[in-house]
């Protein structure tokens, strides 16, 4: 089992930052995919950002240039930058983590942090 916790939403006004933090706790390996997905109230969630398998990193078209996954595997956490925020990137953002463990994809999700973007 792999236990996740976002932390560092809020509310924040159209052009500001902000910084979320996903710190991942127990059996952590044979992690294929880590990432951020967001969603919208009454939209599908959706994928921000992520790195895959190899190592490089996707993002949505919407937040490229904005936004900056990064990930620090000695303290298992990732976290993801994001600047220049628009009302549209208010949503609830969830840290997603991927594992393979005897031949089966786990998928594992944050209880998520509410972001809003609005003056």
């Known amino acids: 089992q792999v236990q996740l916790v976002e932390s560092g939403g809020g509310l924040v006004q159209p052009g500001g930052s902000l910084r979320l933090s996903c710190a991942a706790s127990?059996?952590?390996?044979?992690?294929?995919?880590m990432g951020w997905y967001r969603q919208a109230a009454g939209k599908q969630r959706e994928m921000v950002a992520v790195?895959?398998?190899?190592?490089?990193?996707n993002y949505a078209d919407s937040v490229k240039g904005r936004f900056t996954i990064s990930r620090d595997n000695a303290k298992n956490t990732v976290h993801l930058q994001m600047n220049s925020l628009k009302p549209e990137d208010t949503a609830v953002y969830f840290c997603?983590?991927?594992?393979?463990?005897?031949?089966?994809?786990?998928?594992?999700w944050g209880q998520g942090t509410q972001v809003t973007v609005s003056s």
């Open positions: 997603n983590y991927d594992q393979q463990r005897g031949g089966q994809l786990f998928v594992y």
């Open positions: 127990g059996n952590i390996f044979n992690i294929k995919t």
């Open positions: 790195y895959t398998p190899g190592g490089s990193t």
